[in-house]
T-cell receptor, first 115, second 113 residues
Framework: EAQVTQNPRYLITVTGKKLTVTCSQNMNHEYMSWYRQDPGLGLRQIYYSMNVEVTDKGDVPEGYKVSRKEKRNFPLILESPSPNQTSLYFC??????????????FGQGTRLTVV | AQSVTQLGSHVSVSEGALVLLRCNYSSSVPPYLFWYVQYPNQGLQLLLKYTSAATLVKGINGFEAEFKKSETSFHLTKPSAHMSDAAEYFCAVRVTGGFKTIFGAGTRLFVKA
């Protein structure tokens, strides 16, 4: 089954404690991205990756890091989480989105609370 | 730069009534337009997309949307709401030749029995 898998689904952590949210896709997609979803703001892109070892900042990259060592995995790293990073996070993958027929597949989401 | 505006953060309809969720976009070049649905505790799922082939687009679960260039709109409709339609709906835009998808703020649809 084609899917994007995120872990964990729920996470409560304390300010400053490094954490990683994993994302893995089994569709051999080149393009992967991370979004955060906040009430009234929709989805905002944090980082994206066009292929292995190719990553770039989205609209709200501050406080986040990513890596793309393998095509299937795109972890999101919070080196020193702060309460304003409390949010719902989504990983998405697709073929390179150059046309209309490149549907994005989303993971189930990770609800992060930083206290 | 492109943007998306969804009018109404919450919409409430009765079961069997017409569903109308509004989306207006801004883009300097012809866009691709999408509607996604998010059910509780799930990720986003593509509902339908406009790709310039036809202005009236039909999607899953009886939803459809009409692209109106003169009004820069891409409103989502369904003739008769069902309880299972209760979810959050996101309109999104991507310019032709561009990689980035811009999402609207979302509209939460409530369906009353």
């Amino acid at each position: 089954e084609a899917q994007v898998t995120q872990n964990p689904r729920y996470l409560i952590t304390v300010t400053g404690k490094k954490l990683t949210v994993t994302c893995s896709q089994n569709m051999n997609h080149e393009y992967m991205s991370w979004y955060r979803q906040d009430p009234g703001l929709g989805l905002r892109q944090i980082y994206y990756s066009m292929n292995v070892e190719v990553t770039d900042k989205g609209d709200v990259p501050e406080g986040y890091k990513v890596s793309r060592k393998e095509k299937r995995n795109f972890p999101l790293i919070l080196e020193s989480p702060s309460p304003n990073q409390t949010s719902l996070y989504f990983c998405a993958s697709s073929p390179i989105p150059q046309g209309p027929n490149t549907e994005a597949f989303f993971g189930q989401g990770t609800r992060l609370t930083v206290v | 730069a492109q943007s998306v505006t969804q009018l109404g953060s919450h919409v409430s309809v009765s079961e069997g009534a017409l569903v109308l969720l509004r989306c207006n976009y801004s883009s300097s070049v012809p866009p691709y337009l999408f509607w996604y649905v998010q059910y509780p505790n799930q990720g986003l799922q593509l509902l339908l997309k406009y790709t310039s082939a036809a202005t009236l687009v039909k999607g899953i679960n009886g939803f459809e949307a009409e692209f109106k260039k003169s009004e820069t709109s891409f409103h989502l409709t369904k003739p008769s709401a069902h309880m299972s339609d209760a979810a959050e709906y996101f309109c999104a835009v991507r310019v032709t030749g561009g990689f980035k998808t811009i999402f609207g703020a979302g509209t939460r649809l409530f369906v009353k029995a």
